[in-house]
């Protein structure tokens, strides 16, 4: 899997749209861009995937560059409760996937903790 | 839609006692199941996993043990802790043709 790299900290006025980064300069073809948010004392919630087209679901907007190399989670209007700790991960789509085998082990980097202020 | 139990959600257990961490599943079937263990200020490192029924494999060799009893059910046990084996426990489920893992809240064990 592709090495991301993610600031370490961000501060995000209630209210307003959260842009967290994530360089994964390193992506090859078949790699998508996943993104978790880990809230204190809780286990990661998914929030949203992409390989190239840029998406969107009900928690949040993910922008991939036209090359790849970095993406944009973005919160549209910050909550306190979005503090947390964003985890940028990139990995391929395992044909296993289809057949259930294989580990698909899950790896976090140290993501970027987000903190909204009032 | 589907849910992920996880349960106690917290728990202190004296070096030497034994475990029994339960992870239950709603609303898919056959669901492929993971154990993963943080320290604190660490990563996810995977324990366990499982494609079905009774179908465990091992990631990490240690005196921890799954089992998987009934279809959306996973079981993560010790006969010993160890001070070591302190950390959040979590369970995670991913369905077939997806590659999405699901989380669930997590367990809390601190071994004394």
């Known amino acids: 899997d592709a090495k991301t790299t993610q600031p370490p900290s961000m501060d995000c006025a209630e209210g307003r749209a959260a842009n967290l980064p994530c360089n994964h300069s390193?992506?090859?073809?078949?790699?998508?861009v996943y993104w978790y948010r880990q809230i204190h004392s809780q286990g990661p919630q998914y929030i949203i995937h992409?390989?190239?087209n840029n998406e969107t679901n009900e928690m949040a907007s993910l922008i991939i560059t036209e090359d790849r190399k970095s993406s944009t989670l973005i919160l549209p209007h910050a909550t306190l409760r979005d503090t947390a700790v964003y985890y940028c991960?990139?990995?391929?789509?395992?044909?296993?996937?289809?057949?259930?085998?294989?580990?698909?082990?899950?790896?976090f980097g140290k993501g970027t903790k987000l903190s909204v202020i009032p | 839609s589907q849910t992920i139990h996880q349960w106690p959600a917290t728990l202190v257990q004296p070096v030497g006692s034994p475990l029994s961490l339960e992870c239950t599943v709603e609303?898919?079937?056959?669901?492929?199941l993971y154990w993963y263990r943080q320290a604190a200020g660490r990563g996810l490192q995977l324990l366990f996993y499982?494609?079905?029924?009774?179908?465990i494999s091992s990631e990490v060799p240690q005196n921890l043990s799954a089992s998987r009893p009934q279809d959306r059910q996973f079981i993560l046990s010790s006969k010993k802790l160890l001070l070591s084996d302190s950390g959040f426990y979590l369970c995670?489920?991913?369905?077939?043709?997806?590659?999405?893992?699901?989380f669930g809240p997590g367990t809390r064990l601190t071994v004394l």
């Open positions: 995670a489920w991913r369905g077939w043709g997806t590659d999405t893992q699901y």
């Open positions: 390193t992506i090859s073809g078949n790699e998508y």
């Open positions: 992409g390989l190239k």
């Open positions: 991960i990139v990995r391929a789509r395992t044909g296993l996937a289809y057949s259930g085998a294989g580990s698909y082990q899950l790896t």
């Open positions: 609303g898919t079937s056959n669901p492929n």
């Open positions: 499982s494609v079905g029924i009774g179908q």
